[in-house]
Nanobody, 122 residues
Framework: QARLVESGGGLVQAGDSLRLSCTPS????????MGWFRQAPGKGREFLAA????????VVADSVKGRFTISRVNAQSTVYLQMNRLKPEDTAVYYC???????????????WGQGTQVTVSS
């Protein structure tokens, strides 16, 4: 079964940057929209950003707009989340997700990675 594998998380200081990667196990997701979410302790899952299969369309949540950017390299079907000016409140487990339903406005995602921890110290 096709899988999504996140990497790039870690412990950083406030103001630092991190780039998360989401690498599919095969080419299944090459034509899927991809998204990034996060979940902080005791909180629900939060949508962060999504990108169309072609990479030409993106949407970013207002809560992180201006600091987070989503991109993808279709040759490898890898999706990135560039996170700048990190804050302690960005501490969470970050997940990538994929879905075959096209519209970025559609909140449904059928495939999820295992998550990568991001911890931002003050």
């Amino acid at each position: 079964q096709a899988r999504l594998v996140e990497s790039g998380g870690g412990l950083v200081q406030a103001g630092d940057s991190l780039r998360l990667s989401c690498t599919p196990s095969d080419r299944t997701f090459r034509t899927y929209k991809m998204g990034w979410f996060r979940q902080a302790p005791g909180k629900g899952r939060e949508f962060l950003a999504a990108i169309s299969w072609s990479g030409t369309d993106t949407v970013v949540a207002d809560s992180v707009k201006g600091r987070f950017t989503i991109s993808r390299v279709n040759a490898q079907s890898t999706v990135y989340l560039q996170m700048n000016r990190l804050k302690p409140e960005d501490t969470a487990v970050y997940y990538c997700a994929a879905d075959s339903r096209g519209p970025l406005s559609d909140p449904r995602y059928d495939y999820w990675g295992q998550g990568t921890q991001v911890t931002v110290s003050s």
